[in-house]
Structures are given as C-alpha cells and as structure tokens.
T-cell receptor, first 116, second 115 residues
Framework: GAGVSQSPSNKVTEKGKDVELRCDPI?????LYWYRQSLGQGLEFLIY????????KSGLPSDRFSAERTGGSVSTLTIQRTQQEDSAVYLC??????????????FGSGTRLTVV | DQQVKQNSPSLSVQEGRISILNCDYT??????FLWYKKYPAEGPTFLIS?????DKNEDGRFTVFLNKSAKHLSLHIVPSQPGDSAVYFC??????????????FGQGTILTVHP
C-alpha cells in the first residue's frame, strides 16, 4: 500500500487479556519501529527492526511486551496480561534506513488500546 | 532520563504571526534533528529536518534553527495559519553506532493558531 497500515484502529480489552497489534509497513522499507503515546506523554520508543539484524528491544517496558517481524515485512506487537497502564496509542513507523533525504519515518495512524 | 525536551506543552498564536516552538536536548551524540506534526487520530507526519553540520534549514513557511553549543533547536512558522494547529514533536537521532535509525522524541507542543 501507499502508507503504513495498522490494525485494529481501536481495541478495548479487559485487564489480564492478551492483545496483538499489527503493522504493515511501506513496501521496501527496511526499518520498522514501534512507539507508544500515553495520555499527555510524548512518543516512547518500544522496539526497532532493521533488515535482518537483531531487533533493538531496549524500549520494551516489561517482558509482557514482545514483537516480531515476519519476512522483513509485517510486524506484530503482542502485549500479554494487559494492565491499565498499557492503555495508549501504539504507533508503527517504517523508513528506508539509508538514502532517504528526509531521513524521516512514515507513521501509521496508530492503534488506540484501552484496557478496562 | 528525558534526552529531548519540549518544555512548553502548548502555544497559542494569532493567524499571520510567527510561531516559535522550542526543543532542548542533552545527548551530545545526537547529530540529526527532525520535527513532526500530528493531527488528532492520525500518525505524526514528517515536517522538516536539520543535520548538525548546518545551523538553519528552510522549507517554505517552516524554518528550523540549530544551536549546537546550547543543544537547542527551534521551529519557526511564518506566517502561521489555522491549519497549522496540531501537536509538534521534536526528534533527534545519533546516526552512528547501534542506535542508528532510532529517533528520540520530545513530549510535544500543542500549537493553536487563532483566526
């Protein structure tokens, strides 16, 4: 597609349940990033995939969070045993790692997760 | 440890006037800086960037200034338009090393431009 696609756009889940968030990056983009924005907060880095290299997981807040990227394309962010503090907008972005004049990411519209 | 800080949560300006959004950083390894704009229910969109080898970059109504010694950058919007009303995020990257490609964002500043 033309842009970064995320699904679902909204997700309401009960505390303790597991959720999966999906990201389809722009075709050909080698780098994929997950960020989240909690209410009143900035964009918090979660995880970064670059080509075939080991992902940078340094931003994952706990071991309940995991992510994978299959075939260098689609990525899934999984949150196990969700807690209320996990409520946030989860944003995915992709980019060409090198060569893009802007060096910027293209973001998806995000998944708004609400844990009740 | 907030490495990129936007100390003004909000800014209100009149249409036609200049908007100045500020950003400070602490990591001296940062060498590339970007501004993103975000409308409600949308993802952030890239606005303008600047490399540390420059102190100014201009694109239409948008100019970014970088003061490396002060570890400070600012975004100027002239003239401001109501459609510029959005949340503006400052971001920084260290292009070398293992964090290559990873952006660190500030908390954002809500800009409101009044007609």
């Amino acid at each position: 597609g033309a842009g970064v696609s995320q699904s679902p756009s909204n997700k309401v889940t009960e505390k303790g349940k597991d959720v999966e968030l999906r990201c389809d990056p722009i075709s050909g983009h080698t780098a994929l990033y997950w960020y989240r924005q909690s209410l009143g907060q900035g964009l918090e880095f979660l995880i970064y995939f670059q080509g075939n290299s080991a992902p940078d997981k340094s931003g994952l807040p706990s071991d309940r969070f995991s992510a994978e990227r299959t075939g260098g394309s689609v990525s899934t962010l999984t949150i196990q045993r969700t807690q209320q503090e996990d409520s946030a907008v989860y944003l995915c972005a992709s980019s060409f790692l090198q060569g893009a004049p802007s060096y910027g990411y293209t973001f998806g519209s995000g998944t708004r997760l609400t844990v009740v | 440890d907030q490495q990129v800080k936007q100390n003004s949560p909000s800014l209100s300006v009149q249409e036609g006037r200049i908007s100045i959004l500020n950003c400070d950083y602490t990591n001296s390894m940062f060498d590339y800086f970007l501004w993103y704009k975000k409308y409600p229910a949308e993802g952030p969109t890239f606005l303008i960037s600047i490399s540390s080898i420059k102190d100014k970059n201009e694109d239409g109504r948008f100019t970014v200034f970088l003061n490396k010694s002060a570890k400070h950058l600012s975004l100027h919007i002239v003239p401001s338009q109501p459609g510029d009303s959005a949340v503006y995020f400052c971001a920084a990257s260290a292009r070398g090393g293992t964090s290559y490609g990873k952006l660190t964002f500030g908390q954002g500043t809500i800009l409101t431009v009044h007609p």
